[in-house]
């Protein structure tokens, strides 16, 4: 079992910048695929970010890249977000997760990951 904790959630305006943070507990940090995600009223649960287990390889979803960064620290067992030029519609409440092994071509699929945190609160106003 892994257990997430999300934080670093708020009210800012468009433009503004904000860095989300992970901590995980149980099983070996190190070992897991760790992604974020984000879900707005009335949508599904999308993908924004996933990083390697080594922190060596990231992708993005579209709507973000060059904007957010996902990052992680292994010794503090810890998986960051850092979100620029944040934009009203980044406003969801934004998830991170974990997955034990996943291909990474796959690593966008919300199904590869087995562990969710409750999630943070993001609003962005205009």
């Known amino acids: 079992q892994v257990q997430l904790v999300e934080s670093g959630g708020g009210l800012v305006q468009a433009g503004d910048s904000l860095r989300l943070s992970c901590v995980a507990s149980g099983r070996t940090f190190s070992g897991y695929v760790m992604g974020w995600f984000r879900q707005a009223p009335g949508n599904e649960r999308e993908f924004v970010a996933t990083?390697?287990?080594?922190?060596?390889?990231?992708a993005y979803a579209d709507s973000v890249r060059g904007r957010f960064t996902i990052s992680r620290d292994n010794v503090k067992n810890t998986v960051y977000l850092q979100m620029n030029s944040l934009k009203p519609e980044d406003t969801a409440v934004y998830y991170c997760?974990?997955?034990?092994?996943?291909?990474?071509?796959?690593?966008?699929?919300?199904?590869?990951?087995?562990?969710w945190g409750q999630g943070t609160q993001v609003t962005v106003s205009t």
């Open positions: 997760a974990a997955a034990p092994s996943v291909n990474w071509a796959t690593a966008r699929r919300k199904t590869e990951y087995d562990y």
């Open positions: 990083i390697s287990w080594s922190g060596g390889v990231a």
